[in-house]
């Protein structure tokens, strides 16, 4: 697995890990993020996995840490019926960590690892309100595009699934 340091980028030196979903303080983050998730996102449109629902999906499950200190979580798992195309879930870094490209580690790291599984590629679901914007930007700028809703997700006004092509990225 990819190790980011934050350094590239002149941030504060952390590590990347595949790392076990049930550790206290991922479940602690994962609540955290379903919490914000339901209080921004209408019911019934949140589609973040609980620590149940990682554990069950087989998604690969990492965190970023600086000092022993858990500053983000991410996991990817595969699209079902597609060996080559994976999705990016519960992606989110802790509210401390904000701004200091954990979020960017996180996502370059979790890219490094598509690739070297193989995969062609990967995608993802994220809310369309506004306080996914900064997720929608993060995306964006790793040169995810919209696309058609994928795997379980269905096109409504509180989702929008992002795609990214490895071929030649």
């Not at 914007?133 to 997700?153: D, H, K």
């Amino acid at each position: 697995m990819p190790t980011g340091d934050g350094a590239e980028r002149g941030g504060p030196r952390f590590q990347i890990t595949e790392e076990d979903v049930r550790r206290p303080d991922i479940v602690e983050l994962i609540r955290t993020h379903l919490a914000f998730a339901a209080e921004v996102t209408p019911e019934g449109h949140v589609h973040a996995l609980d620590v149940d629902g990682l554990a069950r999906s087989g998604a690969r499950f990492y965190s970023a840490r600086r000092d022993g200190a858990l500053m983000g979580i991410g996991a990817m798992k595969l699209v079902a019926g597609d060996p080559l195309h994976v999705e990016v879930k519960s992606m989110h870094t802790a509210r401390a960590a904000r701004g200091l490209g954990v979020g960017q580690a996180l996502l370059d790291a979790l890219l490094a690892e598509a690739r070297a599984s193989g995969a062609l590629r990967v995608s993802l679901e994220t809310g369309t309100m506004d306080a996914f914007a900064p997720a929608r930007r993060l995306y964006e700028r790793a040169g995810f595009r919209t696309c058609a809703p994928f795997a379980e997700y269905s096109d409504n006004p509180f989702s929008v699934c992002m795609t990214l092509e490895l071929r030649g990225s």
